[in-house]
């Protein structure tokens, strides 16, 4: 078997991020499934890494696994919620989800074993430096970069109408 | 331009009674029998105009401008002489049905009044439109008021009959639009010239499958207006709950659009395609006059039984057309004149009969000729004329359609003609049960009034007329038998 | 990237300033009214700046936009219509106690990422315009977060346009793996080779699947009828109009790019999305006891119908598609008005029997509604008939028979529901007086007189279309 690093390394943590992330919707005590989901946040900066794509990488761990799941943990502990208190779904909802998101997969696995991914010629392996990036985005896409931070703005916005107390000048 | 001119004055008419009446519903009355009677003032002028043309077989009148360049739409009218006695039928029927309403209409009435005639507004684009974009339009624009005359001043169960009659005649016409829109490509893509006009889209040649394919579109839409046998659901609702004038209407023009539809786009435009569908038509024409008259003698409503009859006239029609002789034309287009006034006669007569019993049951009723002899008198002349009897003008029609008939195809136009004899029987049946006999209603009833009895004096003359005098008619449609190859017979 | 190259953005970089000048306004404290007539001038701002780079027409701004024709004319409808549903707006919001100025910030972020989407070539360009588009509208639709269903409305919305924008970047991950572009025409270079593989049908179907839920297509329409009714009426217009303009014209941008309509397979799947569409749309409208449902389903109609003018993929297509969009959105804008001007401060006049004997008791209003629903039937002097007449015509044209043979179909069955309408319409009246709105006579005069003008626009496009459809061909060849 002439398994180089780099594929013993990929292998590890795609195995660890699938299991995870199993983890993720399996476990029935909301923590651990959070815990889960950070775990996969991880592997999947780890994949990023391999791909030469330090930057994303570093932003995928600050952004997901430091501040949203963070948030997500003070929300389910100030919640309380904990497993008895969980609705009960009716059980041909979950037979239902079950089975389209069966046939989804098994149209995917059959589109997939069709196809021959030709390997994609890895020319610019730089690109996901921070120097490069930086170039990139505020040169030939300054103009989607400022519409993207429209859209945070859009985002903010209705955070704040959403969320914001009532009115009671009425 | 003079017809723009007609139409323009219907519609502009109609938006004023509409407006006038905020104030006093007595000024719209006035304006809308002003504006028809205007129509029908211009539509005699035209007689003379008509004598004047040299060749009289074809457009004396014709006008063209541009409507919507860019798809090859023009605002194409053009009248010929059968176009022309159409016309007068509408705005001779058009000043009944506002006479008629005179009384009977006491809320909305500048509505009511805008409805009518906008309606006859659209009947009369249909018989000049010689645009197919114009003529779907027009189609359209008499069934909307129409409708809105149905569900809004009809009787109890006006909402089903005013749905089911525009469901069914809106399938009709989308059919008709998708045909016309096939033709337009056809002819299109053969000639460069994207046009809907009637007499560019006469010549385009088409593939026998096609053509029958194209034809099914129109004749589906013409035949459920007619209406034809299995088509003919609607009409007995549609006029039965409608008001006075709208069952006037409805039989004395609507269905005569479909007739009309038949005469001036199936026939010249698909002239083998009809004459291999023209068997089917006279056995479903002749399964029409049977099943009509057979339907109508068992109906104990009054406006359903004379709704029934027309299914079986208008059967006859349909015969007419499709057996290809010009004789028969000529009686189509007598049956198209008599059975407008004839039937639309019998639903005024029913109308003034509900005003005054407020039933349509002919078994509530009985005895009326003691309390009601005019009405009695008139009525003995108007079935009489519905049952074909002979110097009246029901009578030359029928006769006419049998006699073309039977050169063609004798077995169905003997059958056809037990039709004639049924219509004796439901006619005598309704006379007997509505005049003769004892006195049923106990409901004190006064015989007609004055305006009552103008209305029906115009129809009973002018029935007598064409019974005496068909000449006149038959010689303005004298042309229609060049409009198909095997005419000429 | 240089100057010139903005020029012909300058009416988008304004719509984003129009925002930006709200949040100024609002940190000054400034009124409701001043608000809202500054909007109006900046979105009149915006129709001139779009007159002004008329002449660099059109113009590509690499890599993401192009700005030409076919661009212009969708930005102009989506102004157009925002226009008017800003008006629609003050008098709506004006009765609720809630404050109603961030609404108008929402709003033009809303209707810039439709815009944006008007000029995307990019999946980037036409994946951040829809997010743009769906999270300001999360927060419009649940902006009476305390009226009856607007929370529920929002929540629906957010999830399902979620999970589509996640099948929208997996699809086009799908396609980029496949062609190694992003940019429509790159994927068209690329298609000889790809165009058999089944990743890159896999990713246009995922697409389909996204776009297909933006526009409430059957059968992704399940939001549509709760989102309608959850939503504040003007917000309603906008997603009815705005939102579905912008998604239709980048799917058309995309389709017209890389051909879409020469795979037979994916016209058969359009054709069944059509099909259903029609089918489903027109028979759940014809119980609905609520107008806004009602109209919701009727929109998922005639999207299907004007995916029939989409299917032949030919110039009289592209035509009839815009044409449709025109006369759709002035229709739906004018019934849209009528309900905003019954709506009282409690309720939306959204149930039938508000509607009942309308015509006796305000004409004007019922006429107009009247005439509305006229044209969404489709019946010859409004709009509707036309547009339904130029989707038949480039149906015939292609000889695509099914789905004109549905179209007929479901289009008498739709008539029974408008039908149903307009007789409630002219029902008996019996019910107490609609009250008179007193806030505010400039506006509420002001809302009358644009719905009588658009009344009068359905009117004048269903009988003189040629001025329309001569603009339309103007545009569309700037290309």
């Known amino acids: 078997m002439g398994m180089s690093l780099q594929q013993i390394v990929f292998g590890v943590l795609s195995i660890i991020s699938i299991i995870s992330a199993l983890g993720v919707i399996l476990s029935k005590n909301p923590v651990t499934s959070v815990l889960c989901l950070i775990v996969t946040f991880f592997t999947i900066a780890g994949h990023y890494i391999m791909l030469n794509a330090q930057f994303l990488a570093v932003v995928h761990i600050i952004v997901y696994a430091g501040a949203i799941m963070v948030l997500f943990l003070f929300v389910i502990m100030l919640m309380n919620l904990n497993a008895e208190i969980e609705p009960q779904k009716r059980s041909w909802l979950k037979y239902a989800g079950a089975i389209s998101g069966g046939a989804l997969l098994l149209v995917l696995l059959a589109a997939l074993r069709e196809a021959s991914v030709s390997s994609l010629q890895p020319g610019a392996v730089e690109i996901g430096l921070i120097s490069n990036l930086g170039k990139t985005l505020f040169s030939t896409y300054v103009l989607p970069f400022e519409v993207s931070s429209i859209l945070f703005l859009s985002a903010m916005v209705g955070a704040v109408v959403i969320g914001k107390k009532e009115g009671h000048e009425s | 331009m003079i017809l723009i001119w007609m ?202 499958s096609t053509a029958m394919w194209t034809m099914l579109g129109f004749l589906i839409a013409f035949v459920i207006k007619l209406p034809a046998v299995p088509f003919h659901n609607w009409l007995p609702d549609a006029h039965g709950e409608a008001p006075t004038a709208g069952s006037l209407l409805l039989a004395g023009l609507l269905l005569k659009t479909g007739a009309y539809g038949i005469i001036r786009f199936v026939l010249p435009i698909f002239p083998q395609a009809a004459a291999d569908i023209a068997p089917w038509m006279i056995l479903i024409g002749v399964a029409g006059i049977i099943y009509g008259a057979l ?60 005003e005054r019993l407020h039933t349509r049951d002919i078994t509530k009723m009985g005895g009326l000729w003691t309390s009601m002899p005019r009405l009695g008198g008139m009525a003995i002349l108007l079935t009489m004329a519905s049952a074909g009897l002979p110097a009246l003008g029901n009578f030359i029609a029928e006769f006419f359609i049998l006699l073309g008939t039977f050169s063609n195809n004798p077995v169905l136009s003997i059958i056809a003609t037990l039709g004639l004899i049924l219509s004796a029987v439901y006619s005598l049946r309704m006379m007997q049960k509505v005049f003769m006999g004892p006195l049923i209603s106990t409901v004190p009833v006064v015989d007609l009034s004055a305006r009552e009895l103008i209305i029906l004096t115009a129809l009973s003359i002018s029935i007598v007329v064409l019974g005496l005098f068909p000449q006149p008619v038959i010689d303005t449609v004298h042309h229609l038998s060049t409009i198909h190859p095997l005419l000429h017979e | 990237m240089n100057e010139l190259q903005l020029i012909p953005l300058l009416p988008f970089i304004i719509l984003a300033m129009a925002s930006v000048v709200t949040i100024l306004l609002i940190a000054f404290r400034l009124s409701h009214t001043v608000i809202q007539v500054t909007g109006f001038l900046m979105m009149c701002l915006v129709v001139f700046a779009t007159w002004y780079v008329r002449d660099t027409l059109p113009e590509e701004v690499p890599p993401l936009f192009i700005v030409d024709g076919q661009a212009a004319l969708f930005t102009g409808v989506i ?219 009727s929109s998922i109609a005639h999207f299907g119908y004007l995916l029939v003018a989409f299917l032949p993929g030919n110039e009289a297509g592209t035509e009839a598609a815009a044409f449709y969009l025109i006369a759709y959105s002035i229709t739906l804008l004018s019934a849209f008005g009528v309900i905003t001007l019954l709506s009282s401060r409690e309720h939306e006049a959204e149930t039938l029997d508000i509607y009942t004997g309308l015509i006796w008791r305000r004409p004007v209003v019922a006429t107009i509604l009247a005439i509305s629903l006229f044209s969404l039937a489709g019946i010859p002097l409004t709009a509707g008939f036309l547009a339904k007449f130029f989707v038949l015509s480039a149906g015939v044209q292609q000889a695509v028979w099914l789905p004109l043979a549905v179209l007929i179909l479901t289009s008498v069955i739709g008539l029974y529901y408008y039908l149903r309408v307009i007789n409630t319409l002219f029902g008996t009246s019996g019910t107490a007086d609609v009250m008179q709105k007193t806030v505010h006579p400039f506006f509420h005069v002001s809302t009358y007189i644009t719905l009588v003008v658009l009344a009068g626009m359905l009117f004048w496009i269903g009988v003189f279309p040629g001025l329309v459809l001569q603009g339309i061909r103007l545009f569309l060849l700037l290309h």
């Open chain 2, 7 to 208: 139409l323009c004055i219907l519609l502009a008419g109609g938006i004023l009674c509409w407006l006038a009446a905020q104030r006093q519903p007595l000024l719209a009355r006035w304006i809308a029998l002003i504006t028809v009677s205007a129509d029908l003032l211009i539509a005699c002028w035209l007689f003379p105009v008509y004598q004047a043309f040299p060749d009289n077989s074809s457009w004396f009148i014709n006008y063209q401008a541009n409507w919507i360049p860019a798809l090859g739409v023009s605002f194409h009218v053009a009248l010929d002489g059968f176009s022309h006695i159409l016309l007068l039928l509408t705005y001779f029927l058009g000043i009944l049905a506002v006479l008629c309403s005179w009384k009977e209409v006491r809320e909305r009435t500048g509505f009511y009044f805008f409805n009518l005639l906008w309606t006859l507004a659209g009947i009369s684009g249909v018989f000049i439109a010689m645009d197919l974009f114009l003529f779907y339009f027009c189609w359209e624009i008499m069934l909307i008021p129409m409708f809105l005359l149905i569900i809004l001043w009809g009787d109890v169960r006006r909402h089903y009959a005013a749905y089911k009659f525009f469901l069914f005649t809106q399938a009709g016409s989308l059919l008709m639009l998708l045909a016309i829109l096939a033709l337009y490509f056809i002819h299109g893509q053969q000639t460069g010239n994207y046009t809907f006009d009637y007499f560019a889209l006469l010549q385009t040649a088409l593939t026998p």
């Open chain 2, 295 to 354: 339907l109508a003698f068992s109906q104990t409503d009054l406006k359903r039984l004379i709704a029934y009859t027309s299914v079986s006239h208008m059967g006859f029609v349909l015969v007419g057309v499709f057996s290809f002789s010009s004789i028969a034309m000529q009686g189509v287009v007598m049956q198209i004149l008599t059975h407008g006034l004839s039937t639309g006669a019998l639903f005024l007569m029913a109308g003034m009969l509900k």
């Open chain 3, 79 to 297: 102004i157009f219509c925002v226009l008017v549903i800003g008006l629609f707006s003050y008098i709506y919001f004006e009765e609720r106690e809630e404050n109603p100025k961030e609404y108008y910030i929402l709003l033009f972020l809303a209707t810039l990422g439709a815009a944006i989407l008007t000029i995307s070539q990019h999946f980037i360009s036409l994946f951040i315009g829809l997010e743009l588009l769906s999270v300001s509208l999360y927060a419009l639709i649940a902006y009476l977060r305390n009226r009856n269903n607007a929370v529920e409305a929002g929540m629906k919305y957010l999830v399902l346009a979620a999970l589509s924008s996640a099948f929208l970047l997996f699809g086009m991950a799908l396609i980029y793996m496949e062609a190694g572009s992003m940019k429509f025409s790159g994927i068209a270079e690329k298609l000889p080779q790809v165009s058999s593989s089944p990743l890159f049908l896999m990713g246009l179907g995922t697409i389909v699947v996204a776009i297909g839920f933006k526009l409430a297509l059957v059968p992704f329409h399940l939001w549509a009828a709760d989102v309608y009714q959850g939503s504040p009426t003007p917000v309603t217009a906008f997603i009815a109009t705005i939102s579905k303009i912008g998604t239709f014209a980048v799917l058309l941008r995309f389709a017209q790019t890389i051909h879409l309509q020469q795979y037979p397979l994916i016209i058969a799947i359009f054709s069944v999305i059509a099909i259903s569409s029609m089918i489903v749309g027109n028979i759940l409208a014809l119980r609905q006891q609520n107008l806004k449902r009602l109209l919701a389903y």
